[in-house]
């Protein structure tokens, strides 16, 4: 039977809600929203969108690597935008990080995000 496995790393954001940075389940590895936040600080970025979800898939990477996971083993992505207008700047950075087998998405452009943030982004990572 599959074990629940809680997982975090100081080296992404520490929660700051009620859940962790991430749960393994089985093979699955389930990566709570990332926002922006600098993990040593705690600080926001705040210089753009482009720099904003640079950090934000370097919070990932962190995640991801501390389970034992890569980009490469991201089964789906969910991205949130505070405006659909940042699409394309997104899009561009994401794409430096999944550069081969790239997951499922979704893009959704939302009311607000937590501490105001212009982008957030979750991933469920598999690996056989």
Not at 19 to 37: C, E, F, R
Not at 76 to 91: C, E, P, Q, R
Request: aromatic fraction near 8%; charge should be negative.
């Amino acid at each position: 039977m599959a074990q629940k496995e809680i997982l975090n790393t100081k080296n992404a954001p520490a929660a700051i809600g009620p859940y962790n940075q991430a749960v393994k389940a089985d093979k699955t590895l389930y990566v709570s929203g990332q926002i922006p936040l600098i993990p040593e600080t705690m600080e926001l970025v705040e210089t753009g969108v482009i720099d904003e979800t640079h950090q934000v898939l370097k919070n990932v990477n962190a995640i991801l690597e501390n389970a034992g996971y890569t980009f490469n083993d991201v089964v789906k992505a969910s991205i949130f935008l505070s405006d659909m207008g940042n699409f394309a700047a997104v899009n561009e950075v994401y794409a430096q990080y999944f550069t081969e087998n790239q997951p499922a998405r979704e893009c959704v452009a939302v009311k607000t995000l937590p501490k105001n943030v212009n982008v957030e982004i979750s991933v469920i990572a598999w690996k056989g």
